[in-house]
């Protein structure tokens, strides 16, 4: 049986380190590169998530 994972909290995580990625005296290119990534990540845990949660329904159906 594979490990469910979980990232509690993550979305607030994710929108304080945008706020200060935002707040930083970078240039507009590259705060918008990190932007980029950090949304990617949000989708990647997004995707992580969804599939533990779709891998335990499985299992418990295949259980009955």
């Given at each position: 049986m594979s490990e469910i994972k979980t990232y509690d909290g993550y979305i607030e995580i994710l929108k304080e380190v945008t706020a200060?990625?935002?707040?930083?005296p970078l240039g507009e290119l590259q705060k918008d590169?990190?932007?980029t990534k950090i949304e990617h990540l949000e989708c990647v845990?997004?995707?992580?998530?969804f599939s533990g949660e779709e891998q335990e329904f499985q299992e418990r159906r295949n259980d009955r």
């Open positions: 200060i990625i935002k707040a930083e590169s990190l932007l845990i997004g995707k992580t998530l």
